[in-house]
């Protein structure tokens, strides 16, 4: 399955509707707080139109593959770290990306979107200060969430 111009348009207004909204909250855990279906449905449909593009199901098993082993390394640097800085998880995310393995259209689309929570990470960072424990929940959901949908291609 290729990714359609709509198909596109609709993940990136879905995030960008998500990160947006959260400027209107005081922090990043309270948008997930008062938005916990819309952010989790969100999430959910980026993971699935990113892994249903494949165009086998072996594709998409490496891709499912991939984002569980990126959300995977991510969550271990939030948890195993209480002093982890918004910079040190964007290391962490770009890092664990295998760029080189992602075709151009999946190259942009993953940009753009680590680029979108990037800008919104930044929102409620005080710079080289540790990640707020709120922010923290929040982003641990997310990826939770990520991880979840993830999985449901591996168990097919």
Do not use: H
């Not at 008062?34 to 594709?59: C, H, K, L, M, W």
Request: glycine fraction near 2%; proline fraction near 4%; hydrophobic fraction near 45%.
């Amino acid at each position: 399955m290729k990714f359609t111009k709509a198909m596109i348009t609709t993940v990136f207004m879905a995030v960008f509707l998500c990160l947006s909204g959260c400027s209107t909250f005081e922090t990043l855990g309270d948008y997930v707080r008062e938005n916990p279906v819309f952010a989790s449905i969100v999430t959910r449909q980026a993971v699935a139109r990113y892994i249903s593009a494949g165009d086998i199901p072996q594709d998409q098993e490496v891709r499912a593959q991939n984002v569980t082993k990126t959300v995977s390394k991510v969550m271990a640097v939030l948890d195993g770290n209480p002093t982890t800085t918004v910079d040190t998880l964007l290391i962490t995310i770009d890092s664990a990306i295998p760029w080189e393995e992602l075709s151009p259209p999946d190259r942009v689309l993953v940009t753009d979107i680590v680029v979108l929570v990037e800008a919104e990470l930044r929102k409620y960072e005080v710079e080289n200060e540790p990640v707020k424990d709120s922010a923290r929940v929040a982003i641990r959901e997310l990826f939770e969430v990520a991880k979840s949908a993830a999985q449901l291609y591996l168990l097919k």
